[in-house]
């Protein structure tokens, strides 16, 4: 049985970091692009960053470029998400997704819209504030 497990999440002042780690167990991780996603009260589930199977192409919606970071460590099943310079606007439920449905249009690898992805996590509450 696949399980995609969050951790890392809690309450940060504006300008703070968190590192977010995502755990998947009963699947072979480095087949899988792994991605991070939000979702704020009242708005719509975005993705915030994927990152390809072997780790090499990656993939950060604007509002978080230069901020967050995303990394995997597939002998750890794990996949990571560094958030620095945490903004109000970063305040979202965080979900980990396996197996997310991603491009590669020449140099630019970015995922399918709308997100797609076989195995959901149940999300890690992240709370930044002013």
């Known amino acids: 049985q696949v399980q995609v497990v969050e951790s890392g999440g809690g309450l940060v002042q504006a300008g703070g970091s968190l590192r977010l780690s995502c755990t998947a167990s009963g699947l072979s991780i480095d087949h899988y692009a792994m991605g991070w996603f939000r979702q704020a009260k009242g708005k719509e589930r975005e993705v915030v960053s994927c990152?390809?199977?072997?780790?090499?192409?990656?993939f950060y919606a604007d509002s978080v470029k230069g901020r967050f970071t995303i990394s995997r460590d597939n002998a750890e099943k794990t996949v990571y998400l560094q958030m620095d310079i945490l903004q109000p606007d970063d305040t979202a439920m965080y979900y980990c997704?396996?197996?997310?449905?991603?491009?590669?249009?020449?140099?630019?690898?970015?995922?399918?819209?709308?997100?797609?992805?076989?195995?959901w996590g149940q999300g890690t509450q992240v709370t930044v504030s002013s």
């Open positions: 990152i390809s199977g072997s780790g090499r192409l990656t």
């Open positions: 997704a396996a197996g997310v449905k991603t491009e590669l249009a020449g140099m630019t690898y970015y995922p399918v819209r709308p997100a797609t992805a076989d195995y």
